[in-house]
């Protein structure tokens, strides 16, 4: 099953649901609902549930393959910020043959399968829910509540309140950067924006590496 979390619903995320023609169930999760649920913080994220609903590995990036590089003549015809935004996403660090490797495991071993967790380790890899995330959690959702019914800048003040209180939650930040400029570039609305962020944390730390 594959969850989009988009607060814009089917007229943002459908396109792309359609365009992959899935045969599994595709949802839209329109509240970030798995944001609070589970601890997602970035996408793509993975998160492995057996047969008995037991999560045996908690949200972790989860790439299926390696993004092709682009071409210069591909970025020549681009807008500057989205040529620069591609340059910058090919130094992310990621792993997509080992993790496709332990999934493709788990799904013939199940419980045998040597990448499989139990649930005290399930436990321990999961992200701690203080009160500064509880409360960046309530943030967000005011600033959906607000952007869905027509206040886009009361809502500014929600997300910007979500990104103080938990800084390294991406999918707070690209969402609200998008619903202010669909290619999350610099705005009034915001200090920050995704190329600038990820140049500060560095590409190679967007994502934490995956135990396996």
Not at 21 to 43: R, S
Request: hydrophobic share 35%.
């Amino acid at each position: 099953m594959s969850v989009a979390l988009d607060t814009g619903g089917a007229q943002d995320a459908g396109p792309w649901i359609d365009r992959a023609k899935t045969t599994h169930p595709a949802l839209i999760d329109q509240a970030h609902v798995l944001d609070e649920l589970l601890g997602v913080v970035n996408v793509p994220t993975g998160v492995w549930i057996d047969e008995q609903g037991l999560i045996v590995r908690p949200p972790e990036p989860a790439f299926p393959w390696r993004p092709r590089e682009p071409t210069d003549e591909l970025l020549a015809q681009l807008p500057p910020l989205m040529a620069e935004q591609l340059r910058e996403a090919q130094k992310i660090r990621i792993d997509p043959d080992s993790y496709v490797a332990a999934l493709r495991d788990w799904v013939e071993r199940g419980s045998d399968s040597r990448y499989a967790l139990d649930p005290d380790q399930v436990i321990a890899r999961s992200s701690p829910r203080d009160e500064d995330r509880g409360r960046a959690a309530a943030s967000f959702e005011l600033g959906q509540r607000l952007q869905r019914d027509g206040q886009p800048e009361d809502a500014v003040k929600w997300f910007r309140e979500a990104h103080r209180l938990q800084p390294e939650n991406w999918t707070y930040k690209r969402q609200a950067w998008s619903l202010a400029d669909p290619l999350q570039g610099p705005t009034q609305e915001y200090d920050s924006d995704w190329l600038t962020e990820v140049r500060k944390l560095g590409p190679e730390n967007y994502y934490p590496a995956v135990e396996l």
